[in-house]
């Protein structure tokens, strides 16, 4: 994969609801057919795509998108509200878009996926970046909102080592 397709994928995949997902139109516009069609070829196979595979955004979702990138401001007034693919969903795409360009466009993503991947366990000093983040979030918690909090107790949970469990049953 030549570093321009790495970069131009990537430049297409967005954190939205805390998971990395890529747009219709963008997939769309990748697999070279209109995003209309790809998402009649979805619901058509809607039980190929469950929740954590595809989502709509809603509206202020879609505004910040949009804010962020020239791309799409061509998009701004759009009918409907685009559908978001996960990793797992666009994989799912592959199996209802059968065409070589969607296998090729596919495997060109599912690269881009794992390089993005690789490169974030390559990271040093995760844990005091996580500690840091965490200083940060209680710094600018003025109410105690759930979702905030939610937050918290996962970084919290990140930052733990597992704990070890002791074995039931007979030893060997």
């Not at 430049?11 to 997939?27: A, T």
């Not at 701004?76 to 795409?93: N, Q, S, V, W």
């Amino acid at each position: 994969m030549n570093e321009s397709t790495l970069m131009s994928i990537q430049d297409l995949i967005y954190e939205i609801r805390g998971q990395k997902v890529m747009l219709d139109s963008d997939l769309a516009r990748l697999y070279g057919v209109e995003a209309k069609r790809l998402n009649e070829a979805v619901k058509r196979n809607i039980k190929r795509f469950p929740g954590d595979f595809m989502f709509q955004l809603a509206r202020d979702e879609f505004t910040r998108v949009v804010a962020i990138c020239d791309h799409l401001q061509n998009q701004k007034f759009r009918p409907t509200l685009p559908y978001a693919f996960t990793e797992h969903g666009i994989l799912m795409l592959s199996s209802v878009l059968n065409s070589d360009k969607a296998i090729e466009i596919n495997i060109e993503i599912m690269k881009t996926f794992v390089h993005m991947r690789q490169y974030v366990l390559s990271q040093g000093g995760t844990s005091e970046q996580i500690a840091e983040l965490r200083k940060l979030l209680m710094l600018y918690i003025e109410k105690n909102d759930k979702r905030v909090n939610d937050i918290i107790i996962a970084l919290n949970n990140l930052m733990e080592k597992p704990k070890e469990t002791r074995r039931i049953g007979f030893a060997t």
